[in-house]
C-alpha cells in the first residue's frame, strides 16, 4: 500500500474537511489511527490474512476470449466479482474494520444504497465481533428487499432513513449525523471514496490492492502495461482501486458515469449520475467535489438503473484526476449498461453487476477508445440485479 | 443592528428560524415576533436539501420551505423585509453560499441587512475565503466550537471568529434534549476568550437557557423549539416561550451593559 502523508487532506482543489466541529477530532483521531496503523507490520498482515482467506484474494485477470474477438482486440476483466460477498466493496471494509477495533471501537455504522456496501459491512461486522447498524433510505429498501434481509440474517441492523429523497445520500447524511453523537464508541465506515479527509485517501489505499495486483498480472500476461483501463464511476471506490496502480504509467483510464435515462435534469432530480461529465463544483457530504446541484446549491436526486451509481457526487480525488486530463470521464445510458450484461454473459458466462456492466457496455460501444489491450474492472456480479434487470424489461415490454 | 451592538447588553437570547416555512411572507412576520418577544438577535436560516448538522425537527422544516419555494434570491428579499431593531444573522450550509459566489453573497447579506454568518459545516481549516469576504463586506463570521474540541485548538477556532463564539452544547444534531449537560458547563468554563459565548444546540425551555447563562454564558441560542412550534402554527406558544426564554435568563444573571466588548 502506498504511503501518503496524513495531514494532505486535498487533491488539487478538492477534498478537504467541510464538517460540522464536532466532527473535526473524530476525522483526526481516523487519520492519525490509519496512518499509524497501515505503518505498522503486525497490522497489515492480519489485513493481508483476511483478504486472502476471507475475502479470497488475489482476484483473477482474466482474458475474455469471446469478448475479445467479438471487439477485435484483447480485453482483460479484473475479476472482483469473485470477492466474497460478491463485490470489491470488502477489499475497503476489512481495511476500516481492523482500523476500528485497533482504535477500541465497538460499533461500525455504514451507508448503502443498493446495499452491497451494506452487506459487506454486516459480513465484516459478524467476523471481527463488532456491532453494525447500516442506514439505509426507505426506498432503497424497498428496492432491495434481498440485501436487507442479508444484513439481518448476518446479525446487523437496518436503520430506515426518512429524511430528503430517502435514498444513499440521505443515508450518509443520517450516518454522519449518528456519528456525531456516538463517535466515542462508534467508527463511521464509509464505502467509498467520497467524504471528508481521510475518507477519499484511506478507501482508496485500501482498494488500491485491486490496481496492485492487475498491474503485476497483466505484466505477467503480456509482458507490458495495457493501453486503457474502463472502471464504472458511481462514488468511485472500485475506479481509484484499479487507477491508483497506473496512475504515473501511460496508460489511458476511463472513468465510465451513469447516463441513466439523459442527461437532462429536472426542478428536484437529475436523469443521470455523472457528476465527473456533467457536475459543477460544490461541497456534499464533507468534501469539494463534482456534484449535481441546482443554481441554487440544493443537491440533485440522482438517477441510474444501477444503484451503486445513483449518488450525485463523485470522490474529490476523481474530480481532480479529471480536471487535469489524467483520468477521461465517459457515460454510459442504462441501455448501454444492460447491453453490456446481456451480452458478458451470453460472451463469457458471467453476469456482471448492473454498476460494472457500465464499464463492459461502454466498452462494446466504444472499441476504439479501448486500444489494442485493455483491462475492465469487473467490481461486482449481477446476481444481485436480477430483479432490476427484470422488472425494467418487463416495463419496456420485451 | 451589529452584534457587538447587541453584546454591549448580556446576557441575550438568540433565535433561530427557518426562512420560508411555512411560506417566505411568514417568516418576516415570525422574525418580527421573535425580536418583539424578547429575542435580542435573530438568526436565520436558509434551507439546505442537505442538512448534516441538523436533527429531524429542522431538516423537516428546510424540507417544508425548499418545497414552498425558498432559494436564495427570496431568502434576501425576505431578509430585507424583516422590520426589527436587533441583529440579523444568516445561518447555512456552505455550498448554498459557495454557488452564489462568496463576494456576492457577502453583499447580498449586506444590501439585506444581514451582519453576522454561521456556516455550521465549515470549520476554521476551510473558511479562510469566506472570512476574507466577509471582511471586505464588513460583516461577521461566527465560528463554532464543540465539547470534543481539543484544549489547544479553541485558541484559532476564536481567533477565527468574530461576533460572538458559538458553543455548541453537546455532540450529535440540533434538536430539543431535556436536560443540560455537565459537558456543556465544562466547556462554557474551559473556553476562554474576548468573544461573548453564545450556547445552543438542545436548548428548548426558559430553564435550560438559564442554566447556560448561570454557567457563564453571554448568550443562549434556541432552535428546534421555535422551528417546531411554528410547524405546528403555534405562534402563541412561540411568543410565549421567547419571553419566557428571556426572562429567565434575565433573572438567571441581571442584564448589564458589559465593561468591554
Known amino acids: 500500500m502506498k504511503i501518503t502523508d496524513a495531514s494532505m487532506t486535498r487533491f488539487g482543489r478538492f477534498g478537504g474537511r467541510f464538517v460540522p466541529e464536532t466532527l473535526m477530532q473524530p476525522l483526526k483521531e481516523l487519520a492519525e489511527a490509519y496512518g499509524r496503523l497501515k505503518e505498522d507490520a503486525g497490522f497489515m498482515e492480519e489485513l493481508t490474512s483476511l483478504l486472502t482467506d476471507y475475502a479470497g484474494r488475489p482476484t483473477p485477470l482474466y482474458l475474455a476470449r469471446a469478448l475479445s474477438r467479438e471487439l477485435g482486440r484483447k480485453v482483460y476483466l479484473k475479476r472482483e466479482d469473485l470477492v466474497h460477498g460478491g463485490a470489491h466493496k470488502l477489499n475497503n471494509v476489512l481495511g476500516q474494520a481492523l482500523v476500528a477495533k485497533a482504535m477500541g471501537k465497538t460499533r461500525l455504522i455504514a451507508e448503502t444504497g443498493a446495499g452491497q456496501h451494506g452487506v459487506a459491512s454486516a459480513m465484516v461486522g459478524a467476523n471481527l465481533g463488532l456491532e453494525t447498524e447500516v442506514y439505509m433510505g426507505e426506498v432503497d429498501i424497498e428496492r432491495q428487499k434481498m440485501n436487507v434481509y442479508r444484513m439481518e440474517l448476518l446479525g446487523a441492523k437496518v436503520i430506515p432513513v426518512r429524511s430528503g429523497s430517502k435514498t444513499l445520500k440521505d443515508a450518509i447524511n443520517e450516518a454522519m449525523r449518528d456519528w456525531a453523537g456516538s463517535y466515542e464508541t462508534t467508527h463511521y465506515l464509509m464505502g467509498t471514496v467520497a467524504g471528508p479527509h481521510p475518507y477519499p485517501l484511506m478507501v482508496r489505499e485500501l482498494q488500491s490492492v485491486i490496481g496492485t495486483e492487475a498491474r503485476e498480472q497483466i505484466l505477467v500476461a503480456e509482458g507490458r502495461l495495457p493501453d486503457s483501463i474502463a472502471a464504472c464511476v458511481g462514488g468511485g471506490s472500485n475506479a481509484m482501486g484499479i487507477f491508483s496502480g497506473f496512475l504515473k504509467d501511460d496508460v489511458k483510464l476511463v472513468a465510465v458515469e451513469a447516463g441513466g435515462r439523459g442527461i437532462t435534469s429536472g426542478r428536484k432530480i437529475a436523469d443521470h449520475g455523472a457528476c465527473l461529465n456533467f457536475g459543477e463544483e460544490g461541497v456534499l457530504h464533507g468534501a469539494m467535489t463534482k456534484i449535481l446541484q441546482d443554481p441554487y446549491g440544493q443537491i440533485l436526486e440522482s438517477y441510474s438503473l444501477a444503484a451503486g451509481l445513483d449518488y450525485p457526487g463523485v470522490g474529490p480525488e476523481l474530480a481532480h484526476l479529471a480536471e487535469v486530463g489524467r483520468v477521461t470521464p465517459a457515460v454510459a445510458d442504462d441501455e448501454t449498461a444492460l447491453l453490456g450484461l446481456r451480452r458478458l454473459s451470453v460472451l463469457e458466462g458471467i453476469i456482471p453487476a448492473l454498476e460494472s456492466s457500465h464499464a463492459v457496455g461502454y466498452a462494446l460501444r466504444n472499441p476504439d477508445a479501448l486500444g489494442e489491450v485493455s483491462i475492465i474492472n469487473l467490481s461486482g456480479r449481477g446476481d444481485k440485479d436480477l430483479a432490476t434487470v427484470m422488472e425494467h424489461e418487463g416495463r419496456v415490454g420485451r | ?261
Open chain 2, 1 to 261: 443592528m451589529r452584534l457587538a451592538e447587541a453584546f454591549r447588553r448580556r446576557p441575550l437570547l438568540i433565535a433561530y428560524i427557518c426562512a420560508g416555512d411555512p411560506s417566505p411572507e411568514a417568516t418576516v412576520g415570525i422574525a418580527e415576533l421573535l425580536a418583539r418577544a424578547g429575542a435580542d438577535v435573530v438568526e436565520l436560516g436558509l434551507p439546505h436539501s442537505d442538512p448534516i448538522a441538523d436533527g429531524p425537527v429542522i431538516q423537516a422544516a428546510a424540507q417544508r420551505a425548499i418545497d414552498a419555494g425558498m432559494n436564495t434570491d427570496l431568502y434576501f428579499e425576505v431578509a430585507s423585509t424583516i422590520r426589527a431593531n436587533v441583529p440579523l444573522v444568516f445561518m447555512g450550509y456552505y455550498n448554498m453560499v459557495y454557488q452564489r459566489g462568496l463576494d456576492r453573497f457577502a453583499c447580498d447579506c449586506g444590501a439585506s441587512g444581514i451582519t453576522g454568518l454561521i456556516v455550521p459545516d465549515l470549520p476554521p481549516e476551510e473558511a479562510g475565503s469566506l472570512r476574507a469576504a466577509c471582511r471586505r463586506a464588513d460583516l461577521d463570521l461566527i465560528s463554532l466550537v464543540a465539547p470534543n474540541t481539543p484544549a489547544e485548538r479553541i485558541p484559532y477556532i476564536a481567533e477565527s471568529s468574530s461576533g460572538f463564539l458559538y458553543l455548541v452544547a453537546r455532540a450529535g444534531v440540533t434538536g430539543a434534549r431535556s436536560e443540560v449537560l455537565q459537558s456543556t458547563k465544562a466547556l462554557i468554563e474551559r473556553v476562554d476568550t474576548e468573544l461573548p459565548k453564545a450556547v445552543g444546540f438542545g436548548i428548548s425551555t426558559p430553564e435550560q437557557a438559564a442554566e447556560v447563562i448561570r454557567a457563564g454564558a453571554d448568550g443562549a441560542i434556541v432552535g428546534s423549539a421555535c422551528v417546531d412550534l411554528i410547524s405546528r402554527s403555534d405562534l402563541v406558544g412561540l411568543e410565549e416561550l421567547i419571553r419566557g426564554m428571556k426572562a429567565a435568563i434575565g433573572e438567571a444573571r441581571p442584564i448589564e451593559a458589559a465593561a468591554r466588548i
